[in-house]
């Protein structure tokens, strides 16, 4: 992986913690976290020092992400569903995890990938994309939400056969909706889809 890679990889599992680059779904492509602490000794002295700056600063946030994330897990894998609380866990999830994301970024941690950008491409897709992520930040959570609630009804001991082609039903539509809404915004399919459609919403940043 090259050096202008690795930085998001450690970044975030750095910052995420407690919760781990899987469960938090952070925002990029799932890479292994157990590389991480090689990769973070590979980072200059100052941003190691913002990064640990930023974990301790950040504390209390994601230890609610951590307690947020057990419940959610709880609630899903109940024998009978609750749905209505599987759907406020998960915004209060998505939530936090957009308040991470949102600290990331005044730390200047938090950015999408960099690249050669002699031309200014990339710095023109970058805009692109932040815009997109502004944009879409409440389909994004209804996306994040609504998954979370298939998971319970399929978790269920007895199996709501209708509810759950409902819901798969209407994840599905709010997917490509998110993938229409990528398209016209001039963005590639790949940027929206396993790299930051799904994990970006909230921290998947669905």
Same mark, same amino acid.
């Given at each position: ?26 925002? +990029?492509?799932?890479?292994?976290s157990s /590389? ?5 000794? @590979?980072?200059?002295?100052?941003? *190691? =020092? #913002? ?31 609750? +749905? ?5 866990? /998960? ?5 936090? @995890?957009m308040a991470?994301?949102? *600290? =990331? #970024? ?34 994004r959570r ?65």
């Amino acid at each position: 992986m090259k050096a202008k890679q690795v930085f998001m990889v450690v970044l975030l599992a750095m910052t995420v913690g407690l919760v781990g680059l899987q469960q938090a779904n952070a925002g +990029v492509d799932e890479q292994d976290s157990s /590389s991480s602490p090689r990769h973070f000794q @590979k980072l200059d002295d100052a941003t *190691k =020092a #913002k990064i640990e700056k930023f974990r301790a600063d950040t504390k209390d946030l994601r230890k609610q992400m951590a307690v947020k994330r057990a419940e959610q897990i709880a609630l899903i894998k109940r024998d009978s569903p609750d +749905v209505e609380a599987v759907r406020k866990t /998960s915004g209060e999830l998505f939530d936090l @995890k957009m308040a991470m994301m949102e *600290k =990331a #970024k005044t730390a200047e941690l938090f950015m999408f990938a960099k690249g050669d950008d002699k031309d200014g491409s990339n710095t023109e897709k970058r805009a692109k994309i932040g815009k997109f992520f502004t944009d879409t930040k409440e389909l994004r959570r209804q996306i994040f939400v609504k998954r979370a609630e298939q998971q319970s009804l399929m978790h269920s001991k007895t199996l709501d056969t209708e509810a759950i082609a409902k819901i798969t039903g209407e994840v599905f539509d709010l997917k490509t909706t998110l993938q229409e809404k990528a398209k016209e915004a001039g963005l590639p399919r790949h940027s929206h889809g396993k790299g930051w459609g799904r994990h970006h919403q909230g921290w998947q940043f669905s």
